[in-house]
């Protein structure tokens, strides 16, 4: 070999990871123990564990329970540096990832795992209206919106005798528009029935609306009738085939139908991270890659498409976008990775026909606090539901946080709220604004302007 | 007595609380026990353990270990409501406090506990740029305005390879400013030692600007003395006799002296709540009202004003604004009204020349996580320092939150944080965006842009 040549070969290769999701962190994991430089970049400096984000959301958990500096969760590999920075643009022939800051990162190989956003069907104008579930910032957003219907309803009955109907609305039922609801009816009919004196919380309604045919699209149809039923037991009331025409402040449409609602949430539409386009390679109808069976876009096998990004198919059916998946396509990819720089070290390339395979264990999702409903595909193919799932639910979910401290933490705090009903973490923070609610104007009084001045309200 | 008095004094007294912090809540905790109805107001759900808000603020406690709603605090008792309301003015001739949303609420006995606030000393326009430290929204800011500052530090050295100095400077050498001090220097130097590569967390500066000649101005000389040497020991400097004269993005000016600061907290002066003012007696420069031995205005002995709000005289000097007087007031009020209702149904008024009078047990400063100073004077006079005021700071603290599972919840976060130098609750939540910091900027993005739509920003 050439002296330039042995000299490139003997060069650490670099990786860029994009992303500090549960794609991203896993492939970074999977890298760190191989003779590689490590850069990951996310645009926030925190891994948030999704799936209990709607604990957040309803105010059982803190922000803090269920999210991680990332730079703890990788501190202890020398050979990952983290970064806290956004890509604007990326120069694949030339192997480089452009960020907002100006600066270029140059990599050997890419592995971009952003994730996916809310998407609100060309209707941008509604997020303001009906907050999604993605991050910590939407988590506290819902559950200010939330707790302070209870206080407005409260107080508008204290001092004017009436209120406006506790209403909750929940567009998509899916997963997490299931879990929303079933979480607000837990929340006001259980958790805070005796904090109140002039409204009975347990009155509050929870409706979900559902485009198709059937909530839960994607579990069978005995564990959609389960949920159903669960739900109902709760008091959470279901309309299939209910297409949301408008979203404004106090009220939904559905047709030409209005539905009032003192809170409304969105849980209907994801789309892939805007990345995706950004890349240039051909993405399917939610703008997510599409990627062969190495994860790879079209001529590119230095780059990985991970997580709810990646248009994979496995038995003919699409990958959904879920945490499982994420994880498995990160470790793949750092596997894969590890087996190409072998490769060029000489090794005879074993594995490296090995393709991508979704190893799928099942899914679940909770129904208030003592309910569930599980797909288990492993160790044996089952469905359960009620308490059984509900067990089983948490023990996965607990066990699958990523860091020990946060494990031993939010089972603690889940056990003590769970068994006390205690308040968990019900702070409003912020604004105490409701969009839609029918407050009177009261003159602006020196009182508030000088503590607007004095007080910053962001949190 | 006649049929209308006997009506009058046999009808329940309705006893309004103002303000849900140390003296509002001890009140409401006090009145419970009395045959009244009470209502207490607070513009916030939440009670807050403000002498924690600083281990908020350096990302070690979250806002729910030391937050609890007003609510649950006070939920069994039947005879207290709690309205989240902002009172924007009073009647006191007609016994009436008048409400933001227009409602009038009319009062036996009134108790006024709104607290204190930030004073920027007129100039209103640093609260931007330089926090204070009085509300849970507060302490998040600060956290995420120092978190911030390693974070683009970080990115600015790999991108740039270099960085803006780590210069953090608090205005205000008072128990608070020194605890934030204190606290950011162990961050820094401790907690966050391995999470950067190319950073070294440890090079940050921390400066403490006191206007005075001394830092800890209620403290004993020997204690002023001791606090000074921890710091320095810490690596805080600290200037006296030094007063800011502008505050700026990126540097405050002392006199003519331009200091260079990546973060600038405010710890310098407070001010009564503005209702001080609106309640139309004689207060004080602060704007505290001036009030006899018994906690009451000029000529109203059904008004009483607790805590910071109140400007009480003991021994010649004035009480100082913190947590023990507050709780010790609101519950003398609560004792007192409950005289002064027996006496109306015909006792013999046993007890009503009792004036309040402040039980001062003595008071504690933390400086960083293995030192503090402690005044003690109950049980017995004492000035302590270093390990041993520490601990007795951490026993003292953690007991007189209110709420058992605070305290058990708080002590485990604690300890967990503490011994294993862990990763607390340091999240970055909000804007990524830091004023005074210099980043170049670069045109905005498809992502970006569709970003900022999709998913709420609020926390």
Same mark, same amino acid.
């Given at each position: 070999?050439?002296? !330039? ?129 993605? +991050? ?155 990627? @062969? ?40 990819? !750092? ?12 090794? @005879?390339? +074993? ?14 999702? +909770? ?52 068994? +006390? ?39």
């Amino acid at each position: 070999m050439a002296a !330039a040549e042995t000299a490139r070969v003997n060069e650490r290769k670099r990786v860029v990871v994009l992303g500090g999701g549960f794609g991203g962190i896993n492939a970074a994991l999977g890298l760190a123990k191989l003779p590689l430089d490590i850069t990951l970049v996310d645009r926030k400096n925190h891994h948030t564990f999704q799936p209990l984000l709607y604990q957040v959301a309803l105010a059982v958990l803190s922000p803090a329970e269920i999210a991680q500096p990332i730079r703890s969760i990788l501190r202890d590999h020398q050979n990952i540096e983290v970064l806290m920075d956004e890509v604007v643009g990326f120069d694949v022939s030339q192997q480089r990832v452009e960020l907002k800051t100006g600066a270029q990162l140059e990599y050997d190989y890419l592995i971009v795992a952003t994730g996916s956003t809310h998407s609100y069907f060309g209707k941008d104008q509604w997020a303001r209206l009906a907050p999604g579930l993605k +991050t910590i910032e939407d988590a506290t957003e819902i559950r200010r919106r939330v707790l302070l219907a209870f206080e407005l309803a409260e107080r508008e009955m204290q001092e004017h005798g009436t209120h406006p109907p506790l209403n909750f609305v929940v567009i998509g039922g899916g997963p997490t528009g299931v879990e929303l609801a079933g979480a607000i009816s837990d929340i006001a009919k259980l958790y805070m029935a005796k904090d109140f004196r002039h409204i009975d919380p347990g009155t509050a309604k929870v409706q979900i609306l559902e485009g198709s045919p059937n909530i839960l699209a994607a579990y069978p149809p005995d564990l959609q009738k389960k949920a159903a039923e669960q739900l109902n037991a709760l008091g959470v009331s279901i309309r299939t085939n209910a297409h949301v025409s408008d979203v404004q402040p106090g009220y939904v449409m559905v047709g030409d139908e209005r539905i009032d609602a003192a809170v409304t949430l969105w849980a209907a539409g994801v789309q892939a991270s805007p990345l995706g386009k950004l890349l240039g390679f051909p993405t399917d109808r939610r703008g997510c890659v599409i990627v @062969d069976q190495f994860l790879n876009p079209p001529g590119h096998p230095e780059i990985f498409i991970c997580g709810d990004l990646a248009h994979v198919e496995e038995n003919g059916k699409q990958i959904p976008g879920v945490a499982q998946p994420a994880m498995q396509m990160g470790a793949y990819a !750092a596997k894969r990775i590890g087996r190409l720089v072998a490769r060029d070290f000489g090794s @005879d390339g +074993t594995g490296l026909n090995q393709p991508f395979h979704y190893f799928d264990k099942g899914d679940m999702a +909770t129904i208030g606090r003592k309910a569930a409903i599980a797909k288990i595909e492993w160790p044996f193919h089952a469905h359960w539901s009620g308490f059984p799932a509900w067990i089983t639910w948490l023990v996965v979910h607990i066990f699958f946080l990523i860091g020990f401290r946060n494990r031993i933490a939010v089972f603690r705090q889940w056990a003590w709220t769970y068994l +006390t009903l205690s308040d968990g973490a019900r702070l409003i923070t912020g604004s105490q604004e409701l969009p839609g609610w029918a407050v009177p104007e009261a003159p602006q009084s020196v009182a508030e302007e000088q503590l607007d001045l004095a007080s910053p309200k962001t949190n």
